[in-house]
Each structure stands twice: as structure tokens, then as C-alpha cells.
């Protein structure tokens, strides 16, 4: 299911920040904890600055989502709660971190499935890149909304995305990392997704998307 706009963007902007600042990952954990653990968050329990509380409100006692979101809230509880396991051990990152150090973070949210967080992440790399580097980031970003445009359901626009990423990367690199392979393993991928045709977002599986393409020393 796809979020409203509102939950997505404050999601994902926690999600980001919680990769360099630590008030923003302890207050990932309290998202987690509020809309997954069954006993919720005590109303009176101190929680970080960064909780995004305008998306909440308490009942009973305890913190859960506002009610206008319910019917979202378990999908928005499964995008947090695979961000904080993505987090759990990772080293927090420079809060302005050089485009090697942010591919790696994009690998992570690339395999924890977070296509919509990728595209925020590595946006102002490519707004500032130049040349054969642009083009490339504009592949990267092109395919992980591809794949969100997949996981929210939408088969043509995300064979259009990946399509047009998919061009974007074969015979380029980027720091110094080969992107064709990762290319080629599109093209598999999309004939599969064509494949299927409308029956794609239940019926494919997610294992089969690439490793986002970095140095196999900074692949975690």
C-alpha cells in the first residue's frame, strides 16, 4: 500500500537524518516501538526531538499513529521497522558525507527495500554532479523509483523508470565502481516483471532485484 504523502516524506526524513544524527535515530526506535511492540510507548515517557509527533497522538495512556492513518499504519510500521534494522549497527555518517560514503548508504536502503528514500538520498549528488557522474546518478535514482513505483503497484510506470535507469548505467561507473553489471542484471529483472504483467506486484520476487552497485569491500 501506498503512504500518503505526509507519513512518507516525514518517514523518510527521519530515516535519513537517523544515518548521521543520533536524536534522529533514537527517535526511529520510539516510531518502532509505538507502532509495533504491542504495550506501545507510555504518553509520559520522555521521547527524542526528532519524533515526529504531529503524525501521533495518545490514546490511552500510550503514543499511536493519528487515527485518520490507521489504515496506513502497518505499512508504515514495516518502513520503519526495516529502517531501524538497517540502523541498528551501522556507524553514523558524516552529516554532509562525500558521494562514495553515500553510496553505501544508499546500498543499504537499496536492500532494505526503501526505493523512495534511496532517490532522497542520492538526489542532491546528481543536482550537483556533472557529466558521465550525472548521468549515472540519474540512473541510480531512476531505478529506485522503479521499484517503488512496483511495490506501490504501478507495473507500467515502473517498467517506464527502470527502463530509462536501466540505460543510464550500462557501460558507465561511478566512483570508480562498474555499473554495467548491475545493468545487465536490470534487463533480467525487468523481462521478469514484464513477464508478469499486471500480476507483478504480488507474483514477483523481491529477491531477485540487483545488489546495488558498490565496492565489494563497502557492500554490508
Known amino acids: 500500500m501506498a503512504l500518503p504523502l505526509p507519513l512518507r516524506n516525514r518517514l523518510a526524513d527521519l530515516i535519513l537524518d537517523a544515518l548521521h544524527d543520533p536524536q534522529a535515530r ?18 509520559a515517557q520522555p521521547i527524542p526531538n526528532a519524533f515526529p509527533a504531529d503524525l501521533f497522538e495518545h490514546r490511552e495512556g500510550v503514543w499511536r499513529l493519528k487515527g485518520a492513518w490507521k489504515a496506513y499504519e502497518v505499512e508504515f510500521a514495516e518502513r520503519a521497522e526495516r529502517a531501524r534494522r538497517m540502523l541498528r549497527r551501522r556507524p553514523f555518517d558524516p552529516a554532509d558525507p562525500p558521494l562514495a560514503t553515500a553510496l553505501v548508504s544508499a546500498a543499504l536502503l537499496f ?66 565502481v562498474p555499473l554495467d553489471p548491475f545493468g545487465r542484471a536490470l534487463q533480467r529483472c525487468m523481462a521478469r516483471i514484464d513477464a508478469l504483467g499486471d500480476e507483478a506486484p504480488t507474483a514477483f520476487d523481491w529477491n531477485e532485484v540487483p545488489r546495488f552497485p558498490v565496492r565489494v569491500s563497502d557492500d554490508e
Open 26 to 43: 533514537q527517535a526511529l526506535e520510539v516510531v518502532v516501538a509505538v507502532c509495533v511492540e504491542s504495550g506501545g510507548v507510555p504518553a
Open 111 to 176: 536492500h532494505a527495500h526503501l526505493y523512495f528514500e534511496v532517490h532522497e538520498l542520492l538526489e542532491p549528488y546528481w543536482m550537483r554532479a556533472e557529466g558521465s557522474a550525472r548521468i549515472a546518478l540519474q540512473g541510480l535514482i531512476q531505478v529506485a523509483v522503479g521499484f517503488q513505483h512496483l511495490a506501490n503497484r504501478n507495473v507500467s510506470g515502473a517498467l517506464s523508470l527502470l527502463h530509462d535507469g536501466c540505460s543510464k548505467v550500462l557501460e558507465r561507473q561511478l566512483e570508480g
